[in-house]
């Protein structure tokens, strides 16, 4: 306001100055909040074993890769005297581990298992959304059969925690040879997943009008042609929202995991957890292992993220 | 090019019968109006002939060929839709060129090109090709939609009111460009419409449709001149024609079962009233620039025909009226002569 008394006048919809501060200020404390956990961990990982269980915990160290060599390998306790006859150090982590009277042994299972969460989340991340999509565009452009007893009993799926029939599943897949298997663990997460993905992407194809199809099928091309060339591309918001929703409840999936998982195809939630070091747990090694747990869906949802804000809405914002 | 007919056909949904025994032949290079109000069935009439619906009975031949069966994509027709053209993924060149490059097509890249600019040139949209479909005015995007079918050379165009989310001005060019450009290619055109200015100013015949039946087939003139019911006769004419009960107005001697006369401007002679002769009083005179309304009072009843712009009549005025060869209508709403 000038000093003649002339007001600026501001639009009513667009935020003002003050607003867009107080909902900036809002944002970053809540950032903080939920960013302090994952800094933590990042912090715990470049400790050593013994500042990792410092009591009170040490902010300022001098930052180690200890946790991350032991997470990529396995040691075995030597004496001094073997130590010192060995030939010289050959890296950073040869190092340390020697330092401590150890030697390092061989490559530990790190790599296998996050291997294994890669193709069992984006597997069944791919499947449940391959299925949800051609379903959901089945419900809404076919007058199925009692469509609606069908929704809901698809959605009825996840009525109960999955874990609940964590038992027949057990007993189900030791009987037909699935257990600790990569592809029965994605065929899981898929059922699991499916219906929420019918469910979120018949509302987005739902809002895709059906004459953009009548008029490709009318310029002569088939419905399946029709489907990939002009429902996918606009549907494209809703896929990538619903993998993301399926892949972060894939990629964290414990319970089931621990059950019926132990070696060939276990995954990195049950792995991480008993990371064992040198008379307990090794606390630098599982902050290591949790940080590059979180790398995949970080870099997912930063690739998608274009699609995933305005997917978000559930197509309000659309048009 | 070729001729279209349906025989017979029959669509419902569920309890509500959108189109009813639909008998309709349109000749090759003829552009037939469907004209009715919203509700009557025209969308659904296109969709039959598209091959979008199945016809519940009947059957529609293009060609000389029987397509009641076929996919739409073997029929050989366009579709410009009322809403929803555009595909908005795409740009304004690649929305032209996708009829095109359909795999039952398959058209050289070159040719693709020189149609495309071609048409966009016709419409007048050559500027915009790089932009994206969404990134156009509501006329832009209305002309991409029909250029979109006039790429292509099929059997017959049909055409969903497409310049009815147009304003006045766009919609009278519009209007004007289509009628020229079906003329120079000779095309086949199926077009549906509620607004008769459409109807009167493209239609080689007009085919008027209500609650799913056809009404009556006509040059613009026929139905204009020769309605068939009262219907028909209230479909065409600014202002509506008049229909005045028998008796409230001498009209000498009526032909028998004549209940109702309808009564357009030309069919009414107005003059000031001299000595008593007054039939009527005139209420008002809407002035809408190019015409008058004169609106008038018989009765109790409220009659509106133009004006004479040089008249000299105003609110208050008493006139006698006289019909001049009128049409008239029995109790049911069907013609007598
Ligand atoms: N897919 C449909 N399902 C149910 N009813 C429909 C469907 N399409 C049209 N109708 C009904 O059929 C009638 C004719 O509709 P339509 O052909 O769209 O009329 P118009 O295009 O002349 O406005 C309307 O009563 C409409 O509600
Ligand atoms: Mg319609």
Request: proline share 6%; with cysteine; aromatic share 8%.
């Amino acid at each position: 306001m000038s000093a003649t008394g002339i007001t600026t006048a501001h639009s009513v919809v667009a935020p003002t100055g003050r607003t867009r501060a107080i909902a900036g200020a809002i944002v970053i404390v809540y950032a903080l909040i939920t960013m302090i956990p994952l800094l933590w961990i990042v912090v715990t990982s470049f400790k050593t074993p013994d500042d990792s269980i410092a009591y009170p915990p040490k902010l300022l160290f001098t930052p180690s890769i200890e946790g991350y060599c032991n997470l990529f390998n396995t040691r075995t306790r030597q004496t001094p005297e073997y130590i010192a006859a060995l030939p010289p150090a050959t890296g950073q982590c040869d190092q340390l581990v020697r330092s401590r009277n150890m030697v390092i042994a061989g490559p530990s299972n790190v790599i296998p298992r996050f291997t294994n969460s890669i193709i069992i989340a984006f597997g069944s991340t791919f499947l449940a959304v391959a299925l949800g999509t051609l379903t959901a565009y089945g419900f809404s452009r076919f007058r199925v059969p009692f469509a609606n007893d069908l929704l809901f009993f698809i959605l009825s799926t996840r009525f109960m925690p999955p874990i609940a029939v964590a038992i027949p599943i057990y007993l189900m897949y030791r009987a037909i040879g699935l257990t600790d298997t990569k592809i029965g663990m994605i065929l899981l997460y898929t059922a699991v997943n499916v219906s929420l993905a019918v469910w979120l992407l018949k509302g987005f194809i739902d809002e895709i009008p059906r004459e953009y199809e009548e008029a490709a099928m009318i310029d002569g091309y088939s419905r399946l042609q029709a489907f990939r060339k002009v429902v996918l591309p606009q549907a494209a918001t809703g896929i990538a929202a619903t993998a993301i929703f399926c892949l972060i409840f894939a990629w964290n999936e414990y319970a089931f995991a621990v059950l019926l998982t132990s070696g060939e195809a276990q995954t990195m939630p049950p792995f991480i957890p008993f990371i064992i070091g040198e008379g307990g747990q090794d606390w630098p090694a599982v902050a290591a292992a949790t940080a590059l747990f979180l790398i995949p869906i970080l870099v997912f949802t930063i690739l998608l993220r274009k699609h995933l804000l305005r997917g978000i809405t559930f197509g309000a914002v659309r048009k | 090019m070729a001729d279209v007919i349906l025989s017979g056909v029959d669509k419902s949904f569920g309890p509500v019968r959108a189109v009813s025994d639909m008998s309709l032949a349109i000749a090759d290079g003829e552009f037939l109006v469907l004209l009715g109000p919203t509700g009557a069935g025209k969308t659904t009439t296109l969709r039959l002939v598209a091959g979008l619906e199945p016809p519940d009975a009947g059957s529609i031949a293009i060609g000389g060929r029987d397509v009641t069966r076929i996919a739409p994509a073997e029929r050989d027709v366009t579709f410009v839709f009322q809403q929803y053209s555009l595909y908005p993924h795409l740009s304004v060149y690649e929305n032209l060129a996708f009829p095109l490059r359909s795999p039952t097509r398959r058209m050289p890249e070159a040719e693709i090109r020189k149609r495309v600019e071609e048409i966009a040139a016709m419409l007048r949209i050559s500027q915009k090709l790089d932009n994206r479909a969404t990134r156009l005015s509501g006329g832009e995007m209305q002309r991409v939609a029909i250029g979109r079918a006039l790429v292509r050379r099929p059997a017959i165009y049909l055409m969903d009111e497409p310049l009815s989310s147009l304003d006045a001005k766009l919609r009278a060019d519009l209007r004007l460009e289509l009628k020229r450009i079906q003329q120079d290619l000779g095309a086949t055109v199926l077009y549906v419409t509620h607004d008769q200015t459409e109807a009167m100013t493209m239609a080689n015949r007009i085919g008027v449709i209500s609650a799913g039946r056809l009404i009556q087939v006509g040059s613009p003139r026929e139905i204009y001149t020769d309605p068939r019911n009262v219907y028909v006769a209230t479909r065409l004419g600014q202002p509506a024609i008049n229909l005045i009960p028998a008796g409230l107005i001498p009209a000498g001697s009526l032909p028998s079962g004549a209940t109702t006369i309808g009564a357009r401007t030309e069919h009414l002679r107005i003059a000031r009233a001299t000595n008593g002769a007054a039939t009527a009083k005139v209420d008002w005179i809407e002035h809408l620039g190019d015409q008058n309304h004169l609106h008038l009072t018989v009765g109790n009843h409220k009659l509106v025909t133009l004006a004479d712009p040089s008249s000299d009549l105003a609110g208050g005025d008493a006139v006698s009226l006289a019909f001049v060869n009128p049409l008239f209508f029995d109790t049911a709403g069907d013609r007598v002569r």
